[in-house]
C-alpha cells in the first residue's frame, strides 16, 4: 500500500494537478473564487448564529431566516469545496502535510458536528420557540460555537499562506 506521502505525489502530479500548477492565471482564479464562496458561507452562517444570539435580525423567526438562508451556505460550501480541492491538487505534498491546513479540516469538522448537534437538539424543536428571544441556551451555545469554528476555519485559511 503507498504511503501517504506517495499519493500526495501522485494527486500533484495528475492532469488538473499540473494544469494548475503551470498556469498563470488559474490559481489565483480559483483562490479568488474560493475566498467568495467561503465569505459566502461564513457570511450566511454568521447571520443565522448572530440571530441564535439575539443580536441581529431579532424581528425574523429562526426556522423562516434558515430556510433563506441555507441553501445559499449549502451552494457556496459546495463551491469552497471544489475550488479548495483544486487548489490543493496544484500543491498537494505541501498542503497535505501543513498544520494550518490540517488545522482548518480540523476546524470544518468541527463546525459540521456543532451543526448537527444544533440541528438534531434545540433546531428540532425551533417550532416551539422560533420567533423567542431569548432562544434557547442550547441555541445560543451553539450559535456562538458556531461564530466561533468559523472565525477559525478562515484564520487557519488565510495561515496557510504564510506557512508553505
Known amino acids: 500500500m503507498p504511503d501517504y506521502q506517495t499519493i500526495l505525489q501522485a494527486i ?22 474560493h475566498v467568495v464562496a467561503l465569505s459566502l458561507v461564513v457570511g450566511s452562517i454568521a447571520m443565522l448564529d448572530l440571530r441564535l444570539l439575539g443580536l441581529g435580525w431579532r ?6 431566516l434558515a430556510r ?5 451556505t449549502w451552494w457556496a ?3 469552497a469545496i471544489v475550488t479548495g480541492a483544486l487548489m490543493f491538487v496544484s500543491n498537494a505534498t505541501l498542503y497535505g502535510v501543513n498544520l494550518a491546513f ?12 456543532n451543526m448537527i448537534y444544533f440541528h438534531k437538539t434545540a433546531f428540532a424543536r ?10 434557547p441556551p ?4 451553539a450559535g456562538a460555537a458556531s461564530l466561533v469554528f468559523w472565525a477559525s476555519v478562515v484564520a487557519a485559511g488565510r495561515w496557510i499562506g504564510f506557512t508553505l
Open 68 to 72: 433563506q438562508i441555507l441553501p445559499w
Open 77 to 79: 460550501f459546495s463551491a
Open 138 to 141: 442550547a441555541a445560543r451555545i
Open 126 to 135: 425551533v417550532a416551539e420557540w422560533g420567533g423567542a428571544l431569548p432562544t
Open 102 to 113: 490540517q488545522l482548518k479540516f480540523a476546524l470544518i469538522a468541527l463546525a459540521g458536528f
Open 59 to 64: 424581528t425574523h423567526p429562526v426556522d423562516r
Open 12 to 33: 500533484q502530479d495528475s492532469p488538473p494537478g499540473q494544469a494548475i500548477a503551470s498556469s498563470p492565471w488559474m490559481f489565483p482564479t480559483l483562490e479568488t473564487a
